[in-house]
């Protein structure tokens, strides 16, 4: 039977050149590996004081640090980058997009494997690198790493036994809501979307809504809903995530694979669950209980809640510090459940893919420097400061890290309240809950379109550009077959 894929047309473009950079020191003779990223300036600066570490240890290679603006805008210069011969040695990747770069990716099984000493260090993993313990055997290398982050790197349709993606930092979604009001009114954190048996159940999100509702109109006599003045009770970050994880909790295909075909947010262009489930969130919408990043003109919802225009912001904890506030306390959550019996939460965060367009000595320098920022102690302190969390399974159980599960940083002293390390200890602790509870959407080529396209029908559909059917109609229209 001919093998045909769904495939949906690219909706951005446009070519964004970030800024190259080593890190400091002498002119390097040896050979440059460069890194495609997205990091901020402040973990930017993290990577680069672990840069100079890796240089003392290997002082001709030089690391080159190449910034994109996002990880769309990552997928797709690394796209145009193969027939222009621009590629990178390695690059930030999330699995769906390394689904499209089939025939350039390398399988990192020969590395991962590796006795050979290259530059004075094994190629492969050391223990030294980050053990542990498990009944009375050391366990190290991609046994140390947590079995859901590595095993994603093997989930590639084009090749089920080989590599092709190691983690680096991880994360998942977070419910982050205003605990003084929250303590204020007597209210506590959904933990369900809704209990149609029992509209006033306290841990639904449509009760907590009505009540924040009432507060902010008949208490407090401001704008509920509406324009882009007026408060509403929860913001979801991703449009994307929103759609995807509601799917998940409900069991209503987002995408389905098998050996034929591959179907893009339910077979037909959605079914009429998936089309409920969106005019479900249109209701909350219209209601004024949520706005998202997109009817918010692209915003980070985590902005209107620190400006007090939301009191709930559902978002992935790699960005907790854009969560801080210095007026009000902010308490952490477990995101909202449509089957509390069977919590679903999204696992993400980027891992590292590598390029065959990169010489030898360009790949072996890029794995040693991967294995260097991923070793226990470097993994834990870039959880630490980000919200991220670990891929260590050995850095759980690293002093620095164990204080600050314990709100101590690693000078010995507490951290201060509200502040970014304070909230990062409470959503570290939040995550440590939640290990069953994650899922991964269906990776293969085309899925990181179809994920764009599920979060346009939640943005158009919330904002009247387009009907629930309508929405559906147009996003599926996007597919393209090929064989």
Not at 121 to 137: D, T
Not at 365 to 390: D, R
């Amino acid at each position: 039977m001919k093998k045909t894929y769904l495939v949906l047309s690219l909706l951005a473009g446009g070519l964004i050149v970030g800024g190259v950079s080593g890190c400091g020191g002498p002119t390097r003779t040896g050979p440059t590996v460069t890194v495609w990223h997205t990091w901020g300036q402040a973990n930017r600066r993290m990577i680069e004081l672990m840069i100079e570490d890796f240089y003392e240890e290997h002082p001709n290679v030089n690391i080159s640090l190449v910034n994109k603006s996002d990880y769309d805008q990552i997928h797709d210069d690394i796209s145009k980058s193969f027939p222009a011969n621009t590629t990178p040695t390695m690059a930030i990747c999330y699995p769906d997009h390394v689904a499209d770069y089939e025939g350039f990716v390398i399988d990192l099984t020969s590395y991962i494997n590796s006795t050979e000493e290259f530059d004075g260090e094994v190629l492969g993993f050391e223990a030294s690198e980050g053990s542990h313990e498990e009944n009375g055997v050391t366990l190290f290398g991609a046994d140390d790493y947590v079995d859901a982050y590595w095993e994603e790197g093997s989930q590639y349709a084009f090749d089920p036994d080989g590599i092709y993606s190691v983690p680096f930092s991880k994360s998942t979604e977070v419910m982050f809501y205003n605990k003084t009001f929250f303590d204020a009114n007597k209210l506590t954190p959904p933990t369900i979307w809704d209990n149609p048996d029992d509209p006033n159940d306290p841990n639904s999100f449509t009760y907590v809504a009505r009540r924040i509702q009432d507060i902010v109109i008949n208490q407090q006599g401001q704008q509920w809903g509406g324009d882009k003045n007026g408060i509403r009770a929860l913001g979801y970050d991703s449009d994307d995530n929103l759609y995807i994880t509601f799917s998940e909790q409900l069991g209503i295909p987002y995408t389905s694979m098998d050996e034929n075909e591959h179907y893009p947010f339910g077979a037909n262009g959605g079914n009429s669950q998936a089309k409920d489930m969106v005019r479900t969130v249109k209701n909350w919408y219209d209601n004024g209980y949520i706005a998202t990043g997109g009817t918010s003109g692209g915003s980070y919802t985590s902005t209107l809640f620190t400006d007090e225009m939301i009191y709930m912001s559902i978002g992935s904890t790699g960005g907790t510090r854009y969560n801080v506030s210095s007026n009000f306390e902010v308490g952490v959550a477990k995101v909202p459940q449509w089957n509390p019996e069977t919590p679903k939460t999204m696992s993400q965060g980027p891992s590292f893919c590598f390029f065959n367009t990169a010489s030898e000595d360009q790949l072996k320098y890029g794995w040693l420097f991967y294995k260097h920022i991923t070793n226990y102690v470097n993994t834990a302190k870039y959880a630490m400061n980000t919200g991220y969390s670990p891929v260590r399974i050995s850095s759980y159980q690293d002093a620095a890290y164990s204080n600050h599960l314990n709100n101590i940083g690693e000078d010995g002293v507490e951290y201060a309240k509200d502040s970014e390390n304070w909230l990062q200890s409470k959503v570290h602790n939040i995550v440590a809950t939640m290990d069953n509870d994650y899922f991964t959407s269906p990776v293969f080529k085309g899925s990181a379109q179809a994920r764009v396209a599920v979060g346009s029908i939640i943005t158009n559909v919330l904002t009247g550009v387009q009907d629930v059917d309508t929405a559906f109609s147009v996003a599926y229209a996007s597919c393209q077959l090929y064989s």
